[in-house]
């Protein structure tokens, strides 16, 4: 019998799901709780998006979705109590969304409400309320295969969006939109007149809105730390006491290094965060001082081999080594078991033990570029599109996504070598780790791997697209240009579909396509949009070379 079941992420076991414990680490009780919170979204969904037709908005109802849904995204949260907090929350904010509902109807629904939208009772214990969670489970045997596939492509890529929204929302750029879009999808998940072609536009939408969402990030981070701009980042390390940051909140790293300024502690970042150091309104802070590390699953190796306090604001955690746990701590909607979690903003414990750590020693080593987001790319477009003309750039490349521990991903390593001198990669995401620490030389003065930023950062990618086909004059389909896509979890999920919400074709993802996706599924991408799984180094390369 089956503990639990997951197929969220590429990880999924024997590429079907997770049965007896996430390869993740995440444990069966954890996994039935997130699994309640989904289920109870869903309902929560149900009520606030029919107040929303009668043009009641409740703020504490629109966050919790975005909260709701960001701490069961792959390596958020792994605490039991924590998730069965979030569970009772969201069956507290679904009887205020159906409480909303009445209030502006004048009285009860007059219509059959969904099982799936009814009260439940939520003041129970943490075991009960795994017990509740296993009776709600990702699988439904009374839906069709391919609308479940679908249909899960739904939510995993709202769960995706969620994380930007989250973010975005914490620096004023909330839009009450992208909830109510969330809103009517998850509800429609429950509504069993839906079928295959509704989920399927509903991707599209999920996608359209997931831009918008990526915009609205951006022009918060610009808005308050100034657009990126290339900066060369260290990648050894200083002497004295040390701090690492893991995730993707700006916004805490700023105001950690507000605390830690003149404390003689220097403060690195880790995969998500390299970008930061491209903002001027981050760079400024002269203790902000490198990055430390590869990818997200590198880190229990890595960090024993880093002597000072570690912090994760998002997610990527994976299960702590004993030598650094007690240094170790969590921030936000992150949570391990056993793991100190900062509330709010005072940072006073973790710059603690900073300071009664162990110093690094002084190991300098080379830079590598970061903060080429697309208005420093488009501030180069003349030289670029001089470049394309004359022949000197052939082809560009986007390469971007997650990283993670399955085999199969030196691939990505093997493309960025392999590819010719007169080819440019544009990288995204902790992705780029496999290949970001090269020497991959110039053209002209124009580098060859430009690092655009974050995963949410897609936003900046397409807007470069779109500016060099129309100065073209052209389709992004018809750009000397090739999209080759890792993925690990759910933000990828909703990259990609924004990426096909705009008609793009002819990606090419891996290193293997996602569990959820039937044959049937994955035909009808391959036929609308020609969307491949990754080949050979050579015969990608090849194909896309014409």
Known sequence: MEEMFCYQCEQAANGVGCTKIG?????????????????????????????RQKG????????????????????????????????????QMRDKAQQLFEQVNGGPYGGDVPEDARAWKADRSTEELVAEGRKHPVKDPNVDPDVKSVMEMLVYGMKGMAAYAYHADHLGKGDPEIAGFMHKAMAATI???????????????CGAVNLKTQQ????????????????????GSREGKAILVSGHDLTMLEELLKQTEGKGINVYTHVEMLPAHGYPGLKKYKHLVGNFGGGWQDQYKEFSAFP?????????????????????????????????????????????????????????????LTGCGHEAILSLADKVIQAVKDGNIRRFYVIGGCDGAKPGRNYYTRMAEQLPKDTVILTLACGK????????????????????????DTYQAVQVAVALANAFDCGVNDLPLSIILSWYEQKAIVCLLSLLSLGIQNIRVGPSLPAFVTPNVLNFLVENF????IGTVEEDIKATLG
């Not at 629109?62 to 069961?72: K, R, S, V, Y």
């Not at 496999?434 to 690092?451: S, T, W, Y």
Request: contains cysteine; hydrophobic residues 40%; negative net charge.
């Open 191 to 205: 509504d069993r007149s839906k079928g295959l072609m509704d989920f399927v536009n509903l991707c599209m939408e």
């Open 530 to 533: 020609n969307l491949a799984p």
């Open 433 to 456: 780790y496999r290949f970001n620490k090269m020497d991959l030389g110039d053209i002209g003065g124009i580098p060859r791997l430009l690092d655009v930023g974050q995963c949410n």
């Open 308 to 368: 000072g306090a570690i912090i994760f604001n998002t997610n990527c955690i994976q299960r702590p080594a004993e030598v650094y746990k007690d240094r170790l701590f969590t921030w936000g909607l992150v949570q391990w078991p056993g793991v100190k979690h900062i509330e709010g903003m005072d940072f006073s414990p973790v710059i603690e033990a900073a300071q009664n750590a162990e110093s690094w020693t002084e190991n300098p080593q080379k830079q590598i």
């Open 23 to 51: 390869v993740c680490g995440k444990q069966p009780d954890v996994a039935a709780l997130q699994d309640l919170i989904v289920w109870g979204l869903k309902g929560m969904a149900f009520w606030a998006d029919k107040a």
């Open 216 to 235: 609205a990030l951006y022009e918060g981070h610009a808005e308050r730390y100034s657009a990126p701009t290339p900066t060369p980042v260290e990648i």
């Open 56 to 91: 009641a908005v409740d703020r504490d109802i629109d966050i919790h979705m975005f909260e709701g849904l960001f701490t069961t995204v792959t390596n958020v949260n792994f605490d039991p109590d924590s998730c069965a907090e979030v569970a009772r929350k969201t069956s």
